[in-house]
């Protein structure tokens, strides 16, 4: 079935560093690919997405393209921020889950440190 | 903005009890989702809420132990039934909009549920 795979966390940068979170799916078809955010004690918010092959979701200055021929979906920002610190899923919605059905990764905790 | 809101916020349950987990919106939705993040895991779908009948459950998941209502298009709520200590996790209601792009989910906040 389909699966999402992340880079195992915790990440711990200093600000203004470059951050890099790896995320990888297996899905039938064309899934569409999420990154979603969980603040400390907050719900899970949508930080970006892209539908198709190639698309780049970006916000917040957050980061990340839809790769196909590598199955990837990196998460990538230039300049961290303290504020930034959360745990980022990775998420994609495909045919075999339904549309509307999220199949998630397992998370990375990012600590940012001034 | 559109508000999910759910309660409760936390709670601390006795083993063998029942609790149950409302969620509250207040836009038109086009569908509802209750999703288990258990402790330093990701986030499972338990079952989709559906109005007016009965919801439609993932796998592992079953209609006695998380019994779920969708009254109308607005509202729902989940229970977690005859607890044990590995219940203890939070649930997350999550929605689509129904002005939102299809695939968007939003997410409540979560209840987060210790069993002793």
């Known amino acids: 079935g389909d699966s999402v795979t992340q880079m195992e966390g915790p990440v711990t940068l200093s600000e203004e560093a470059f951050l890099t979170i790896n995320c990888t799916y297996t899905a039938t078809g064309y899934p569409s690919l999420f990154w979603y955010v969980q603040y400390p004690g907050e719900g899970l918010q949508l930080l970006l997405k892209a539908t198709k092959a190639d698309d780049k979701g970006s916000n917040k200055g957050f980061e990340a393209t839809y790769r196909k021929e590598t199955t990837s979906f990196h998460l990538e920002k230039g300049s961290v921020q303290v504020s930034d610190s959360a745990v980022y899923f990775c998420a994609l919605s495909g045919k075999s889950g339904g549309y509307n059905k999220l199949i998630f990764g397992a998370g990375t905790r990012l600590a940012v440190h001034p | 903005s559109a508000v999910i809101s759910q309660k409760p916020s936390r709670d601390i349950c006795q083993r063998g009890t029942s609790l149950t987990i409302q969620c509250q919106v207040d836009s038109q939705v086009t569908m509802m989702f209750w999703y288990r993040q258990q402790p330093g895991q990701s986030l499972t779908l338990i079952a989709t809420?559906?109005?007016?009948?009965?919801?439609?459950?993932e796998s592992g998941f079953v209609i006695d132990k998380f019994p779920i209502s969708r009254p109308n298009l607005t509202f729902s709520t989940l229970t977690v039934s005859n607890m044990s200590p590995e219940d203890s996790s939070i649930y997350l209601c999550s929605v689509v909009w129904a002005d939102a792009g299809a695939n968007v989910l939003t997410f409540g906040a979560g209840s987060r549920l210790t069993v002793l």
């Open positions: 809420a559906n109005q007016g009948s009965e919801a439609t459950y």
